[in-house]
């Protein structure tokens, strides 16, 4: 946490130009080094994988090699055991990803598993995450959305998202003239670059959730219902354990609707009908880094309630349906 502060500090004074940036640099990296140095020694003692030091220590290489005003031949040293090391984490992520097997788990645990030999769990986790929301955009735009979508209770006919997506183009039109004429007319270019660059990769994020919740609607097979959030979350319920369903009530206000809906394991997106279901012992949903808190009350999305209903209703645990 330490050596983080020291590097958005550090950032922060390049930024407007204060000359104390270097001293703040130098401070991150001594605690840089100090961190690689602590997780070497855990390596030591076995307590870490080694492929955990390919990263730090790559950074750590990088960033000496900023400041370092050394000879040619000492820089491509430094240059040469940099890509090497790079090599190797390629290595390792690619080996250890082939090791998985896929199971029922998604495409995002599997990369997380794999990733999980070089990277802390959450760090893990959340490379997975944005790298299969991205590929799933790039897959979208270039056909995907021609292809079929797969069998179950689906819950992204019905959402915003949806009508969002073809004004995206104009959206983008828009946000780059407002950027340009009114924010950074006179700012440097690579902080203009920075900003379009985040702004459409906002605009990729978006294609990309929208893909996922198409690609993966609720199914129910072998007593078991599977819920998803797109690739933002899901929950597996045994059907013997559901006590109920029934819509969501109304409210007289948000404030109302927020609290009722505070500690209730969220499965739902904007538009689509949204059902409750409460259950006779609590799950434990999965969500982008991870278990979150389990709950035997689940508010969740769908686009055809009455097909959803019956098709739950059939089974003879719910006779309250």
């Not at 799933?136 to 915003?160: K, M, V």
């Not at 078991?224 to 059907?239: D, E, K, W």
């Not at 686009?303 to 006779?319: E, T």
Request: aromatic share 6%.
């Amino acid at each position: 946490m330490a050596t983080l502060v020291a590097v958005l500090a550090t950032v922060a004074l390049r930024v407007i130009g204060h000359e104390s940036w270097q001293t703040a640099f130098a401070v991150a990296l001594a605690l840089l080094g100090v961190r690689v140095a602590v997780m070497a020694w855990c390596v030591v003692r076995r307590e870490l994988p080694w492929p955990r030091l390919l990263l730090p220590g790559i950074i750590l290489l990088e960033a000496v090699g900023l400041s370092w005003r050394g000879s040619a031949v000492l820089w491509q040293v430094r240059l040469g055991t940099a890509v090497m090391l790079e090599l190797a984490f390629i290595v390792v992520a690619v080996r250890e990803l082939r090791r998985t097997t896929a199971g029922d788990d998604p495409l995002e645990a599997r990369i997380a598993r794999a990733l999980d030999a070089l990277l802390p769990p959450r760090v893990a986790r959340l490379v997975a995450f944005e790298l299969v929301i991205v590929g799933a955009a790039l897959r979208f735009l270039i056909g995907g959305w021609r292809r079929r979508i797969p069998d179950g209770f689906t819950y992204h006919r019905e959402s915003n998202l949806r009508l969002l997506l073809p004004i995206i183009p104009l959206l983008a039109v828009g946000d780059i003239l407002l950027l340009e004429l009114v924010f950074l007319p006179h700012a440097a270019t690579w902080l203009r670059v920075v900003v379009h660059g985040l702004a459409i990769y906002g605009l990729i994020w978006l294609v990309g959730l929208y893909a996922s919740l198409r690609a993966r609607p609720h199914t129910l097979a072998d007593g078991r219902l599977m819920l998803h959030r797109g690739i933002l979350g899901r929950v597996a319920v045994p059907v013997a354990q559901l006590e109920s369903i029934d819509g969501l009530p109304s409210f007289a206000d948000d404030w109302k609707k927020r609290a009722y809906c505070k500690d209730a394991i969220r499965i739902d997106i904007a538009g689509p009908t949204i059902l409750e279901l409460r259950l006779r012992a609590p799950v434990r949903p999965i969500g982008v880094l991870g278990e979150r808190a389990a709950g035997t009350r689940l508010l969740v999305a769908v686009d055809d309630p009455a097909a959803f209903r019956a098709a739950l209703g059939a089974k003879p645990q719910l006779q309250s349906l």
